[in-house]
């Protein structure tokens, strides 16, 4: 005996209601999503084939998005600009639409997208390749980034600081640092979690670990540059950031850019004057 399309949208309608009010729907259709697209995530785009990073020649806000790249072994280029050829650079992007709020880092792909805003970036990334977080985690990735943002502000702040001297480093490594680290360490996957999947949410690897990784690399770079002054190990005292720390810069496509030519150097855009070391009398 047939069925009747009447009786068929019946029973389809009956199943949406049921699997709706069991609070499955979710689940469901982020299954759905998965089959169809083949990636994780919350509203998955299209692969990307080619980017163009446009930036400076160092690592700063470029540094997330070049090593997503590298781990979705996806291929890319750079146009890298300097103090001199940027203002220029700037107001051809500025009018062309390209630097929307004469800012970088931008990216262009090869299907004609352009994007800006570094954490904008990194997630389309994750979308395109099935880092970004689940539907459900959407606002606690938002928070982690905001609050990465926060703290990698803190730094900025005195790194940029034309007065940039060695009582700030000071300042900042002892002070400011530990506050910030103490906030993530609470909320870093526990050491048992850590064993199986060492990630910040969802079980899996997302756009959130690679700009929480960044961030503590920036601090222990920082800390660890000399400035004739002790150098310091930031995380020593953090142990679930640590171990975060150490198997995140483990992963093998990490590992390899990491150790590779492609890397730019740490620097500091004002290096402060050592303190002169005291000469004990004979």
């Not at 509203?43 to 690592?59: A, M």
């Not at 400035?227 to 198997?247: A, C, H, R, W």
């Not at 810069?249 to 002169?276: E, G």
Request: net charge neutral.
């Amino acid at each position: 005996m047939g069925f009747s399309c009447a009786q068929i949208i019946v029973v389809l309608v009956a199943a949406a209601f049921t699997v709706y009010y069991s609070g499955q729907a979710p689940e469901i259709m982020k299954k759905v999503s998965e089959l169809v697209t083949g990636k994780k995530g919350c509203l998955p785009v299209g692969d990307i084939d080619f980017v163009t990073i446009h930036y400076f020649n160092g690592r700063g806000r470029g540094e997330v998005i070049r090593m997503m790249l590298e781990e979705a072994q996806i291929p890319y280029n750079e146009t890298n600009f300097t103090k001199d050829t940027w203002p220029e650079a700037k107001k051809k992007g500025v009018e062309s639409g390209m630097y929307t709020f004469g800012q970088v880092p931008a990216i262009t792909t090869s299907g004609g997208l352009s994007l800006v805003q570094s954490q904008t970036i990194a997630q389309y990334i994750g979308r395109a390749t099935g880092m970004q977080c689940d539907c459900e985690s959407l606002h606690y990735c938002d928070i982690l980034a905001r609050g990465a943002e926060d703290f990698r502000s803190k730094l900025s702040k005195i790194l940029y600081d034309s007065s940039f001297s060695v009582d700030m480093r000071n300042d900042y490594i002892l002070n400011t640092a530990p506050m910030w680290l103490g906030y993530f360490e609470k909320i870093a996957p526990s050491l048992h979690q850590q064993e199986s999947s060492p990630y910040f949410v969802d079980g899996r690897l997302t756009w959130v670990d690679f700009i929480i990784f960044d961030l503590l690399d920036s601090n222990v770079e920082f800390a660890t540059y000399d400035m004739g002054e002790p150098l310091i190990s930031v995380l020593d005292s953090y142990t679930k950031l640590n171990t975060f720390y150490q198997k995140f810069k483990a992963m093998p496509r990490v590992a390899a850019y990491l150790k590779s030519p492609r890397r730019r150097p740490y620097k500091i855009p004002n290096v402060p004057t050592p303190r002169a070391k005291l000469v004990q009398p004979k």
